[in-house]
């Protein structure tokens, strides 16, 4: 390959690793990494011509994330009985992560280079709740649009026609008639064989139909009953709370909706688990809702009369904050639903 010596002096102006003054610490595997891609990026020079900086620097994340924290690493831990890592620093030590453990570290990784990033988590819905299963992207803002980015399958969409970081959104993509077409995609990854060789479609979010979508956090997620003749909802491979768990700009709140609720529910209960923040915890039907504020819950049972609210096929748990876009969550174990007695 012939090299172009003139990048080899090029500066690349990105947030530097601190090097404060004092005893050495040995670096730790995320200063290696935001290290790494600093170089790469570097190579391309100050004013890439085909390429923007930003869309750079989060395809070299991508790569160094697929390639070092691997779900086929972590499937031989899990399967060994060994340790699996919790964090960023532990899933770049280990060599080992699931989706979710990449899009952390990715997010962990592109904050010191300068990256504003959000999740976009699919929750994808069964026949029945225990078919429930997940998947998590990233978005990346830059060129006045977010640009998601697959981390697991090394794939990101890239605008037909355009320029090669002219790059899809999660909404671009789902609005798309050949999505597929459009998704680049690193195929030679052994976990993308091994979960084709199993009959498994990596890119199957593209067009599943019975899916929940959090943008930063903030959606709606469907909650199904798993008994009968008293429902309980409980949250399979699905987030087990409603309202906003962060303040930062990007985040999101959730909202649970129940469906399948008989229009004679005459109250339900909260397994509360915990809550924080501040606010008042709304439940919603077709017609009127309820309040209950942050004050009247602790940790157990509570219960909500529905005797004031119109129902119809669902209801709808939210948090409504003391002040837009301050944290007011509550965690819940299950919600169970109480009909009212047969007429006699």
């Known amino acids: ?93 280990q060599r080992a992560g699931i989706c979710g453990n990449q899009v952390l570290t990715f997010i962990a990784i592109g904050k010191r280079l300068g990256l504003r990033t959000r999740t976009v988590e699919f929750y994808m819905r069964g026949e029945q709740p ?30 037909a026609a355009g320029r090669v970081d002219d790059l899809l959104s999660w909404t671009q993509v789902k609005q798309s008639t050949n999505a597929r077409k459009l998704a680049v995609s690193n195929r030679s990854d052994l976990w993308w064989q091994q ?68 229009s004679n529910c005459k109250s339900l209960t909260i397994d509360v688990l915990g809550l924080a923040g501040s606010g008042q915890l709304q439940v919603r039907g077709k017609v009127g809702s309820v309040l209950v504020a942050f004050d009247g819950i602790k940790p157990g049972r509570l219960q909500v009369d529905l005797s004031q609210i119109q129902i119809d096929n669902s209801l709808e748990l939210s948090v409504r904050p003391t002040q837009p876009g301050e944290v007011g969550y509550v965690v819940f174990r299950n919600i169970a639903l109480q009909r009212a007695p047969a007429a006699p």
């Open 195 to 262: 979960t084709v060789a199993a009959g498994v479609d990596p890119l199957e979010y593209i067009d599943a139909q019975a899916m929940d979508v959090l943008l930063g956090r903030g959606g709606t997620i469907h909650l199904t009953s798993t008994t009968a003749p008293q429902p309980l909802y409980v949250p399979t491979h699905q987030p087990n709370y409603v309202g906003r768990n962060s303040d930062e700009p990007d985040r999101g709140a959730i909202t649970c909706r129940l469906v399948q609720v008989a």
């Open 130 to 159: 225990q078919q429930n299963h997940s998947h998590i992207c990233v978005e990346v803002f830059f060129e006045d649009g977010w640009r998601l980015f697959d981390v697991t399958w090394g794939t990101y969409y890239r605008r």
């Open 1 to 93: 390959m012939r090299t172009n010596m003139l990048l080899l002096s090029a500066v690349l102006i990105l947030p530097n690793v601190s090097h404060a003054a004092g005893p050495k610490h040995p670096v730790s595997q995320l200063d290696k990494a935001v290290e790494t891609i600093r170089r790469q990026v570097e190579w391309f020079g100050p004013h890439p011509e085909k390429y923007s900086r930003h869309f750079l620097i989060s395809v070299a994340t991508m790569n160094l994330v697929q390639s070092r924290v691997s779900p086929l690493n972590y499937a031989l831990l899990h399967k060994a009985q060994q340790t699996l890592p919790r964090n960023p620093e532990e899933c770049l030590s």
